[in-house]
């Protein structure tokens, strides 16, 4: 039976469609002078003195930054250490936890999933996982014993509401609200990477069953969303998340540096997760998850949400494929008509106020937003991950930034404000 099975789930990748052909061929991103782009050489060079002074002045151990622009990559440097307690330098190629930077990946493949008509932004995620059926609101709660009462919703939770973190869904041990981290910690929901034996299907399924912070679609609430989509991925195509990602949009965008378990013959570029203490840089220890996920136990969860690992590289050029319209190198990963789509605001006023909307996969910068300066242009994408990295990507300026850090429990850091103005403060055309 379980011959029956692998080989089932082997024809299934082997017949997973390929992404097609583009009439249009962007170029990879390739090194280029910054001169060549519109951008100054003089003026990048503040980035040089920003990061150094960030280390000495202990904000940081370490960055990787890089910044792109039309399709050429005129900055990429890396800054510092990898791993203070090993005395190992950072490299340009070295591998970070991106952890929520993974939401736009996933969400890019549920609208490579959605483009193929499988179906519709508004349909009910209970149609795919029934569990999700009939969903409950939390009416009261009680500290002294973590009991609750429900009530049920008025309207089912979408897939547009999980894409934009408007279903109400909470996130457990990062939750706002202390009642979520403990209705959640109770039900035993891993919530963001786990070295432990257990797959997103038994997460999410878990997931299903608990109360919702509020009626689906009525406020934002940044949430396990993408996680949950990560499974639906798996019901609709019929193959496991991660062999989704591998053949539809990582092995097409040429990312091959992003995974969400490292292989062991890369596992020696994973920079280490470090905090502050008494003067030095320390390895952050275990505290709700081992540090050390991307490459030891288990190696099964998949989180949707904030699994992945990644470089600056493969991120840069997964933006870029979004600046290009969705396509790169000849491939069309998504039409140009779906990316519009992705970037309008799906959330109306519930997310960010007059200086940021979120789409269907990330923050949006209104006009408001350009004029308080230093942020990019109106229609500037971003978002960031856990273990402290930005990125932004500027579709009128064609420019993409990208700085990766990995670090927990810092007081001070003002490394991600600084770059972002000065990546835009070096354009000299």
């Known amino acids: 039976m379980k011959l029956l099975l692998l080989n089932c789930c082997l024809l299934l990748v082997f017949y997973l469609p390929a ?3 583009s009439i249009k061929k962007s170029p990879l991103l390739t090194e280029a002078t910054p001169e060549s782009v519109g951008v100054s050489s003089e003026r990048l060079a503040r980035i040089d ?54 939401k736009a990946i996933t969400a890019t493949a549920v609208m490579i ?28 709660f009680r500290y002294q014993d973590t009991s609750y009462t429900s009530e049920p919703a008025r309207r089912e939770i979408t897939i547009r509401h999980l894409l934009t973190h408007t279903s109400g869904i909470g996130y457990g041990v990062i939750d706002g609200d ?14 963001l990477y786990s070295t432990e034996n257990i797959s997103i299907e038994e997460s999410v399924k878990k997931l299903a069953m608990l109360p919702l912070h509020h009626e689906p679609g009525e406020k934002y609430t940044y949430s396990e969303g993408l996680d949950v989509l990560g499974y639906f991925i798996e019901v609709v195509s019929g193959v496991p998340f991660d062999e989704f990602l ?5 092995e097409p965008l040429g990312m091959n540096d992003t995974y969400f378990y490292l292989p062991p013959a890369k596992a020696t570029r994973l920079v280490a997760v470090q905090k502050p203490e008494n003067g ?4 952050f220890p275990v505290t709700f998850y081992d540090p050390d996920y991307p490459i030891k136990g288990a190696r099964k969860f998949l989180s949707g949400g904030a699994g992945l690992c990644s470089t600056a590289k493969d991120y840069a050029t997964f933006l870029q494929m979004y600046l290009n319209n969705g396509e790169l190198n000849g491939v069309r990963i998504l039409s140009r008509t779906t990316v519009q789509a992705i970037m309008g605001n799906q959330t109306g006023n519930l997310f960010g ?13 209104t006009e408001k937003g350009q004029a308080d300066g230093g942020k990019g242009s109106a229609g ?18 064609k420019i993409v930034g990208i700085l990766l850090k990995q670090t927990q429990r810092t007081t001070v850091d003002n490394t991600a404000w600084k770059f972002r103005l000065l990546v835009g403060q070096s354009v000299d055309d």
């Open 380 to 397: 500037t994408f971003d978002w960031g991950g856990y273990f402290n990295t930005q990125y932004f990507a500027d579709p009128k300026e």
């Open 113 to 140: 999933l959605w483009e193929e008509g499988r179906f519709q932004l508004d349909d009910p995620i209970s149609k795919y996982i029934p569990e999700f059926k009939n969903p409950k609101i939390l009416k009261t």
């Open 246 to 250: 591998r053949r539809r949009l990582l």
């Open 280 to 283: 030095t840089w320390l390895r």
């Open 49 to 102: 003195r920003m990061c150094e002074e960030a280390i000495q002045n202990g904000e940081v151990p370490g960055m990787v930054a890089l910044v792109a622009r039309n399709g050429k990559i005129v900055y990429h440097k890396a800054f510092g250490s990898a791993d203070n307690a090993a005395n190992r330098p950072l490299k340009r190629d070295d591998i970070f936890r991106i952890a929520s930077q993974t």
């Open 178 to 191: 202390e009642r979520f981290k403990m209705i959640y910690k109770k039900a035993g929901i891993t919530d």
């Open 353 to 365: 106020g007059e200086s940021s909307d979120y789409g269907l996969a990330f923050g949006i910068l």
């Open 19 to 21: 992404q097609t052909k």
